[in-house]
């Protein structure tokens, strides 16, 4: 079963010529493809999670596809964080991991260098992360250096944001002073730009920290948000990736890719590229979707999720100033620094390309996805149901 519900094939095509090639004659041929084991590492949460969901779409298509296979996922870190992950690949003690680029940094420097604030600021835009050639350079880097082919980008929310306990952060001015919640060092430079005081904090530590006033906001995804809109209920969104993207690479060990026969191969990079990266996809931009349709508001002073204008959103990216970049420059060589730049014009050009509303990812029929979610909603009898770990 293909997964058919967008056309969103154009950006890994390249991944599908160089793995699927011959994919319809080995399953045509009668034979039947051999048992796959094999372990899958991320470091968001499990289901009710979007990409998680995916992660179990991809298990099941591969389980229902090579009778006899065992995916087995890890979520929450509980087998790898994406820095040890990322090594284990390398080293071929781990078959696939999901992977923040930012998080994967401390292995792999450049990795950092397609982060930062209102780049990729249209949901077109970030489809097209894939066909750069900042991108592609990123794949090379990951292949020959760390023994790892990455099959595709995929994104968590599109709508990352600044949450408040007790009123909203939507000017510079509002984050002046204010201890928040940062994901990673890239975070850090855009806060110490908006004057804040970041505070890198993992997201279960989030919680406790708002409620007893260690820090007062966080950054974070419209799902980060629905699990602290009781502690931080103010949360404001800066466009698409205003605040920060939110970029992950599927990737699979090359030393294990190169145990399995053909027919193993062609299976399995065709469930990934053409059913699991397109659902991971469009399950995260139908989850962003039904969490602002929920939660949005318009008055300002009011809880729920505001969605700042073109123009609001330009003030935040203004006193940002380029101060990612610059932290992210301070971190590569010359060519990251090259890098940094190439991918900054990149994605302007992506962004002009493809203007909001011109994305056949904002065409998705997300009525198509409501028995995922709720196979996992609390108190669903089917909650858990063929969950992993």
């Excluded at 900042?134 to 250096?145: P, S």
């Excluded at 406790?208 to 260690?214: E, I, N, R, S």
């Excluded at 599927?250 to 699991?276: C, E, H, P, R, Y």
């Excluded at 010359?334 to 992506?350: I, Y």
Aim: proline share 5%; net charge positive; glycine share 10%.
């Amino acid at each position: 079963m293909k997964f058919t519900k967008l056309s969103l094939l154009g950006a890994v095509s390249a991944v599908a010529l160089t793995f699927t090639a011959g994919t319809n004659l080995a399953l045509a041929d009668g034979h039947k493809v051999k048992p796959i084991k094999m372990r899958w590492a991320s470091d968001h949460s499990g289901p009710p999670h979007p990409a998680a969901i995916a992660e179990v779409f991809f298990a099941e298509q591969v389980e229902k596809r090579i009778p006899g296979s065992k995916v087995q996922i890890y979520w929450a870190k509980s087998l790898y964080n994406v820095p040890k992950g990322t090594q284990a690949l390398t080293k071929g003690n781990l078959e696939m991991m999901t992977g923040q680029f930012g998080k994967t940094a401390s292995v792999e420097p450049y990795a950092n260098v397609i982060n930062g604030a209102g780049k990729l600021t249209t949901p077109g835009a970030m489809q097209g992360l894939d066909g750069t050639k900042t991108y592609a350079e990123l794949k090379k880097v990951f292949n020959d250096k760390h023994g790892i082919t990455i099959f595709g980008s995929g994104h968590l929310s599109m709508y990352m944001g600044a949450g408040a306990v007790k009123s909203r952060l939507l000017v510079p001015a509002d984050f002046a002073g204010k201890k928040v919640r940062s994901m990673g060092p890239a975070e850090n430079a855009l806060l110490g730009a908006l004057d804040a005081n970041p505070t890198t904090m993992a997201f279960g530590d989030v919680p406790p920290a708002l409620q007893t006033g260690v820090i007062d906001g966080l950054l974070t995804s419209l799902g980060g948000f629905n699990a602290t809109k009781e502690q931080a209920p103010y949360f404001t969104v800066a466009g698409i990736n205003g605040i920060v993207g939110d970029y992950y690479w599927m990737g699979a060990s090359n030393k294990w890719w190169a145990t399995l026969d053909k027919k193993q191969q062609d299976t399995l990079a065709d469930i990934i590229v053409n059913d699991f990266i397109p659902y991971q996809k469009a399950i995260n931009f139908c989850n962003d979707k039904r969490l602002v349709d929920k939660f949005k508001v318009t008055d300002k002073s009011a809880p729920g999720i505001y969605v700042m204008s073109p123009e609001e959103a330009s003030v935040i990216q203004a006193k940002e100033g380029g101060a990612t970049n610059k932290w992210i420059k301070s971190k590569v060589d010359d060519r990251g620094d090259q890098l940094v730049d190439q991918f900054t014009a990149e994605a302007k050009a992506l962004v002009a390309a493809n203007p909001l509303g011109s994305s056949a990812l904002e065409k998705t029929d997300c009525t198509a996805f409501a028995s995922d979610f709720a196979r996992y909603a609390p108190g669903s009898a089917l909650r858990g149901k063929k969950a992993r770990k």
